[in-house]
């Protein structure tokens, strides 16, 4: 498993995300409906509103994930705001960064 690297602009990526006052708050309606609907018309089995803390992955909303938050060292999302766009991974399994990540692995079986 490969672990993200810290971006260029963490300490300002930081400041951005806690200056939004999200973190650890309860669903909405807003994000539940826009990850429901993106997973139904998408066709895709797991969709999810992430925010990538100091730490962590704290899920907003999810649809096909259990939990609420994983650690930032085993984050696909860590990956994903490392790079200008869209992160695609066709399949964890054979991507290098992902393979043994126990999302990939263990319960939560993201492929």
Do not use: Y
């Amino acid at each position: 498993m490969i672990v993200a690297k810290l971006p260029a602009n963490e300490p300002l990526r930081i400041q951005a995300l806690n200056s939004l006052a999200i973190l650890d708050t309860p669903a909405e309606d807003v994000f539940d409906n826009l990850t429901l609907m993106i997973a139904k018309h998408l066709n895709f089995p797991i969709v999810a509103v992430s925010l990538v803390d100091v730490n962590r992955q704290w899920f907003k909303s999810t649809v096909g994930l259990s939990v609420c938050e994983t650690g930032r060292d085993i984050a696909f999302c860590a990956h994903a705001i490392e790079h200008n766009g869209i992160l695609a991974v066709p399949d964890a399994k054979k991507d290098i960064r992902f393979a043994d990540n126990p999302l990939v692995t263990n319960a939560a079986s993201i492929t």
